[in-house]
């Protein structure tokens, strides 16, 4: 049954289309990109646009203000330069806040009841790099008290100065989340930090949970048993955690993945409607429907997803002794948007409890060493070439002529003739390239740099790593 708070937000929703920027589709963007989607709105009378200030390398830090209500909402994205989605998802929600459509009256409400004032990107310089951190190596989500960096003193200045009511904390989670005793990634998981050690329940906390319950229950629409609950142990240094104590009702919002989603665009969707629903409960006090049991039920987060989980392999066909192999990817910017993929045997033996993106039963398979071969010249190698040398086995191009970049952009591992005993092997915390065959040793599974892959069925588009 589709809740009536959930209504209106499933409604716009029906039309997300209409709202989504098209000009950023990707997870990696430049502060520039940013500043361009951004420009459109300048001049729309809905909307107040200011600089707030600049990070340390001297980017802009732009606040954007909608309505003249009297209850005061604050969110902020992305003071981790390498969590993205929410800046997206508040993109489409200034396209949705200045359209002209038959949702005009919910418009109008909302800037009647509220002051919405949204804090994109606060973290543009860890933005340009794509890493989490501030340009000094800070992380600004553990600066709240002593407030060491120019960023998270303008946070804290918005926080003083705007007094907001309500506050939302936007940030992305790794990849490797799943609701807790399932293999489902928690595409959103959701947190009203604690403001004290004992992680008591005050007015101002209720309220958030109250919050969280209403989102969760308008994601159950769209990710049924995808929404998971963040880990409450205080933490008195981070934003969450310090805004809350000053009597701010605050909701974290982690975007989490979805399978097959690697640009985010379905969690950024998602955050776009959990939104849009909890400014409907604000400016309605529809919240207050809601409780902290129900916050309470929503499930725990847990870490326990792979890239790839490999069960029961046979690691020696004589002894017939069979492991789990857990294997994991992680992403490396090239310059915004591209990145290249590094995967990685990250747990071996009983990994009953784990679960994968992608999951092969492999009791009948064992695990073996990929092949290599020598080459002169890395211009002969094409897409034809590189399907032939994988469907025999072969992950492996030795050569002294190594590029100088860390990956190649085919499927294949380029390999100086010193590295290649370990490049080969199957062990724990190393590169993810081996086999996996049968009883009659014919080739059933290729993994190759911590991809899946068929012998008849190669995607050209991973990438290959140069190990030296
Ligand atoms: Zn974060």
């Not at 902290?292 to 847990?302: G, S």
Request: a positive charge; charged letters at 20%; proline letters at 3%.
């Amino acid at each position: 049954m589709v809740n009536q708070r959930s209504e209106i937000a499933l409604k716009i929703t029906n039309q997300y289309a209409k709202y989504h920027i098209n000009q950023i589709t990707t997870n990696r963007f430049t502060h520039t990109s940013f500043i361009n989607a951004l420009a459109p709105f300048k001049n729309n009378s809905k909307l107040t646009i200011s600089t707030i200030g600049y990070s340390q390398e001297g980017r802009l830090i732009k606040s954007i203000s909608f309505g003249k209500g009297k209850t005061n909402v604050l969110l902020w994205s992305q003071m981790h330069g390498n969590e993205s989605t929410a800046t997206r998802a508040i993109l489409d929600l200034l396209q949705f806040l200045t359209s002209n459509d038959e949702f005009n009256s919910f418009r109008a409400e909302l800037a009647k009841k509220l002051t919405l004032q949204f804090i994109p990107m606060l973290n543009p310089d860890g933005t340009e790099r794509f890493q989490r951190r501030t340009a000094t190596e800070i992380d600004m989500n553990r600066d709240a008290v002593q407030l060491q960096t120019p960023e998270g003193r303008l946070l804290m200045d918005v926080v003083d100065k705007f007094k907001p009511d309500i506050a939302f904390n936007l940030h992305d989670q790794r990849r490797f989340y799943n609701v807790k005793n399932t293999g489902v990634p928690s595409s959103i998981s959701f947190l009203a930090p604690a403001y004290n050690q004992a992680r008591e329940v005050n007015a101002t906390r209720k309220r958030a949970m109250q919050l969280i319950a209403g989102m969760n229950q308008t994601l159950q629409n769209y990710i049924p048993d995808g929404v998971g609950l963040y880990d409450d142990a205080y933490s008195y240094r981070s934003f969450g955690d310090a805004i809350q104590a000053k009597g701010i009702s605050t909701v974290l919002v982690e975007s989490g993945w979805l399978p097959q989603d690697m640009e985010k665009e379905g969690v950024r969707k998602l955050n776009f409607t959990a939104l849009l629903a909890a400014f409907d409960m604000i400016s309605t006090n529809g919240f207050k429907d809601y409780s902290v049991k129900e916050y309470e039920a929503i499930p725990a987060i847990d870490d326990k997803l792979f890239d790839i989980l490999i069960k029961n392999v046979c690691v020696n066909a004589s002894s017939k002794s069979s492991v789990d192999i857990g294997v994991s990817r992680t992403e490396h910017l090239i310059g915004h948007p591209n990145y290249y993929s590094a995967g990685q045997i990250n747990d071996l033996g009983d990994l009953a409890s784990f679960y994968g993106f992608e999951t092969i039963d492999a009791q009948k398979l064992t695990v073996v060493e990929g092949k290599a071969k020598a080459i002169q010249n890395l211009q002969n190698i094409s897409t034809v070439s590189v399907k032939r040398l994988l469907k025999q086995g072969i992950l492996f191009l030795i050569t002294e002529n190594i590029p100088l970049e860390k990956h190649v952009p085919f499927p294949i591992n380029i390999v100086h003739p010193r590295k290649l005993v370990q490049a080969r092997e199957i062990r724990f915390e190393e590169k993810a390239n081996f086999l996996l065959i049968d009883k009659h040793k014919t080739i059933k599974y290729i993994i190759l740099n911590g991809f899946v892959m068929k012998p008849n069925e190669i995607n050209t588009s991973v990438n290959g790593l140069v190990l030296v």
